[in-house]
């Protein structure tokens, strides 16, 4: 597995969680180090040791932490980058949804040996949508679904997302759009504040 995936797991745990729980995790996963380096590869087992473990620790099952990292990628302060980089999707919640399909190969633009899951969008009716995933990443799905609620809330949209198991290589997230402008969402500009936080 790709160092990046654990190394972001890590990472969410230390800045929601603290180090000290970062701490017990690792020593309940049994970790040989102390952290992941992003760009090395780990057996996969050692995903599901930290996952059982932060579970443990935290008292919470693996799809509740999966989907709380897919959010942290969005709302955090220190993944600014990242929700800067998925706001240029679109200009609204449903151009970002028709943005996905094109996930995978911008990810790989960033880091060229990430392979993440295939995505699908399908049209159902107005405001109900699929996203088919397909391919093997362990919690994708789950964390896809944090991710993809924290960028409706991103927008001002109100959404609701239930993932499915289709088959199996893959899951689908049912998205239905309840109201496209439900709040007013976070701001955001085009160009990035210069250094010193001038406009």
Known sequence: MHGLILKTLQVFLQDTYGTEIWARIAAAA????????AMLNYPEEVFFRVLDAAGAVLNKPREAILEDVGTYLVSHPNSEGLRRLLRFGGVDFIEFLHSLDDLPDRARLVVA??????LELRD??????HLRITGQLPGFGFALVGLLQAMADDYGALALLDLQEAGRDGQVIEITIVEAAY????DFELAAAPAGGQA
């Open 30 to 37: 049994d970790l040989t180090a102390p952290g992941f380096e």
């Open 113 to 118: 040996d990430l392979v993440l899951p295939d």
């Open 124 to 129: 159902l009716a107005q405001n109900r949508f």
């Open 183 to 186: 709040a007013e969402g976070r």
